[in-house]
C-alpha cells in the first residue's frame, strides 16, 4: 500500500479534528418538515474538507464520497452536529470519517444521525497531486480506525479497477460491432 511522503513531519488525528454546527431552518427540509438528504450530504462534504485541510495544509478536492449512512430523519428546528476525523494518510489521498448527530434543543441529549466515509486528494495550485504528511494514530480508536480505511482503500481500488476493465471491454465490444 502506497504510504505518504516520510519527509513530511506526521500529524496526528487530534491536529485536524474538525466540527461544525447547523441549526436546521425551513428553507434546508423538505415538504414532511426533515433535512433534504442533499443538504445533508453538503455539509458532511464541508466538515469533512475541513479536516483534510488541516491536516495536508494544501487544497483537496473531494474524491469520493464512499459511504454514507442515513439513520434518522432531522427535523426542521434540530440543532445538527459534524464532527469529522482523520482516518489514514496515504500518497496524496486522505480517508476522512464523519458522524453526525442531533443535539436536542431543551434537554440537551445526542442521537447519531448519519455517518459517512470520504476520500479527498491534496492538489496544488496548478491542480497537481502533491504528498500528504503521514497520519500517526495514537489512541486505540485512531488505531481502529486506521486499519480499518486501509481496507475499505483495498476494496475501493478494486472496485474502481474492476469498472475500469468493464468500460474498456464494453468500448472493444462497440469498436467490433461497427468495424467491417
Ligand atoms: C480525485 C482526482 C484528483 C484523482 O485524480 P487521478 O488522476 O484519477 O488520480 P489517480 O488515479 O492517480 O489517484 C490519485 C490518488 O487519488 C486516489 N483516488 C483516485 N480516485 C479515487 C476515488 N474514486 N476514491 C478514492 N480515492 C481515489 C488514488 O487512490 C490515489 O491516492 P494516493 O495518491 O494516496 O495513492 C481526480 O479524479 C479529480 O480531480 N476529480 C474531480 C475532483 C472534484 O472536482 N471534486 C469535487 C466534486 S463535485
Known sequence: MESSDPL???RTVADSRSEMTELILPNDTN????LLGGRLMHYIDLVAAMAAYRHARAYVVTASMDHIDFIAPVHVGD??????TLNRAFRTSMEVGVKVWVEHTVSGTLRHVASAYLTFVAIDSQGHRVPVPPLEPV???DKRRYHDAGRRREQGQLERERKRSAR???AA???SATSV
Request: hydrophobic fraction near 30%; charge should be negative; charged fraction near 25%.
Open 8 to 10: 513530511l513531519p506526521p
Open 31 to 34: 415538504t414532511l418538515g426533515n
Open 79 to 84: 440543532l445538527l452536529i459534524l464532527k469529522s
Open 139 to 141: 489512541t486505540e480508536d
Open 168 to 170: 474498456s471491454g464494453a
Open 173 to 175: 465490444g462497440r469498436e
